[in-house]
């Protein structure tokens, strides 16, 4: 079984390439290649009354995942990635069914517990791994991180939530470095 499955792996990254891959052609006839595995998934979920996550396309966000991809120290420059995060109701229905107001709040946290501000002044430490072991960076989440007003007629309260990663200063331990912890959103009622 291992065998075969090992097999598999390396006749998967053969035939889809693997990145980085070949060198840049530097004669006639020859070619340079790249490529990297691919696969399309959905699963489908029940509607319902209870509170979710979705993105710009209305889809449930299983995980804030923002990929700066690989950063080469010395040579990138800043990285910055933007989402879009909605809190809404599963059934895509108004919030309230009469006169009610709510407050919405989104805030995100650290694994510890620890408030990443959404302005900016407090960063999500990524820890190093592998080589990298025991080395960090700093990365800086932007979200809308006050009290929103929200009526009984509104369908979606929505954020844009901007991860960004300065320049890697040349000399950087090489590896890969990850932050984690939670998005979350609270709708209080008044």
Known sequence: MKKSLLAMIILSTAAFGANPGGKVPTAGQEKGEVGVPMEVRVTVLPQGPQLVLLDENDVLINKLTFDHGSMVAGLSKKSTLEKEVRLARADGKAFGSNA??????????????????GDGSKNLTLNGHGAASGKTVDSTLNYRNDEIAVTAKDKMVMTKVTSIIDAIPAGKEPGLYVGSGTFNATLTMD
Do not use: V
């Open 100 to 117: 009610e107001t709510y407050k919405a709040k989104f805030e995100a946290k650290d694994l510890n517990g620890n408030a990443i501000a």
